[in-house]
């Protein structure tokens, strides 16, 4: 079998290494006699899985201890509602920061609990920037944030000083690609589909005080309440066994190859190549991001035409390039490049560009 290489915005590419041992262990997990899609989540062979996952987020992330790791279901757009549920009051604000698809259904979640000020918004423009100008609200109850946008390609390479108000972030599409400061926020949520390991877990982040800062009073189903899942370890109920357990895998190889640093350094390195390889054409490939706010992990632009643009997914989908369109809601062409894709994946896709360009212009 060929590997085809995976450049949709998620479920992303999973490491070689990783899939193998997955197959490997797929039938005994670890002598247990039983596959991980089997095993109790109260045995002591996951919960120690279950532990590794989360001391290697901690050691790779450089977590502190006031901060606890949780593992949730329901994707990061069930954190749109959990969070102003269970830390915004009826009649409290919380700040937003509107950047793309994401936050405004962020957005929406929220005026269901509380009141939302839109702190900024690159909407007006079609969320070509990151905002660099910001109308918090003095007493506002947290400041929301989304680092990455998958849809639209922008990310934030510097965060927004918040004082002493909570700052909660979205890292969906952008965990554990680079360096980031954990104790400037509060609140930290991903999906782990990107780059932590396939659909059906969400990592939550939470500083221990927050819990704290509950809203009073306020009648919380058990399921929806942070104290539930801290108290009890992830494990009130049964959590998403399987895609811990590929956490576990996926946090152990970035351990291997070098941590953060070097996902950092490969990173930059993707995103050189094909930002390089978009600006070298500039009548025919079409950045739809200002330069300063492009992201590392999507890259999204447009060609001279629509049909160009259908030339160009069906001819990369016959090389073994997929998930190269754009969004439906903006079209276009989009390159994802998580911390699994590997530069020579992006440098095989970049001569099929520069091909491209001298066969259709």
């Known amino acids: 079998m060929v590997r085809k290489l995976n450049f949709y915005p998620g479920p992303a590419t999973l490491p070689v290494s990783v899939l193998e041992k997955i197959q490997i262990e ?33 050691d790779i992330m450089d977590i502190p201890n006031d901060y606890e790791i949780i593992f ?93 108000v909570p700052l909660f972030a979205d890292m969906s599409s952008d965990i554990m690609s680079h360096k980031v400061d954990i104790r400037k926020f509060s609140l930290i949520y991903a999906g782990a589909q990107k780059n932590l390991g396939p659909a059906g877990v969400t990592v939550v982040i939470i500083r221990k005080n927050l819990l704290e800062r509950v809203v009073p009073n306020r009648k919380i189903p058990t399921m929806l309440q942070y104290k539930t899942h801290v108290e009890k370890d992830s494990l009130y109920n049964t959590p998403p066994v ?14 291997q190859i070098g941590g953060l640093a070097k996902i950092e350094e490969l990173g930059q390195q993707k995103a050189k190549l094909v930002y390089d390889t978009i600006d070298a054409y500039p009548e025919f490939y079409r950045g739809m991001i200002d330069k300063d706010s492009r992201s590392k992990m999507n890259a999204t632009f447009r060609l001279p035409t629509e049909e160009l643009e259908k030339k160009f997914a069906s001819e990369a989908e016959a090389r073994g390039f997929l998930g190269l369109k754009g969004h439906r809601s903006v079209g276009g062409m989009r390159i994802s490049m998580y911390n699994a894709m590997t530069v020579d994946g992006i440098q095989a896709l970049c001569a099929f560009m520069h091909e491209f360009v001298k066969k259709h212009k």
């Not at 918090?136 to 944030?145: C, E, K, M, N, S």
């Not at 399987?242 to 351990?255: E, G, N, P, S």
């Open 26 to 58: 797929m039938q005994d997990f670890q002598g247990t006699g039983m596959s991980i899609l089997e095993i109790s989540h109260r045995s002591d062979a996951f919960e120690k899985c279950l532990a590794r996952a989360k001391q290697n987020l901690r």
């Open 242 to 255: 399987f895609a811990i357990y590929v956490i576990a895998l996926v946090t152990d190889w970035t351990k």
């Open 72 to 164: 949730v279901g329901g994707g990061a757009s069930t954190q749109f509602a959990m969070i102003p549920m269970n830390f915004l009051g009826d009649d409290q604000t919380a700040d937003y920061v509107c950047t793309g698809e994401w936050a405004q259904k962020a957005i929406k979640e929220a005026k269901l609990f509380g009141k939302v000020n839109t702190a900024a918004s690159s909407e007006k423009e079609s969320f070509r920037y990151i905002p660099k100008e910001f109308k918090f609200t003095a007493d506002a109850r947290y400041v929301h944030i989304t680092t990455n946008n998958t849809v639209y390609g922008s990310q934030w390479h510097t965060f927004p000083e918040t004082g002493a």
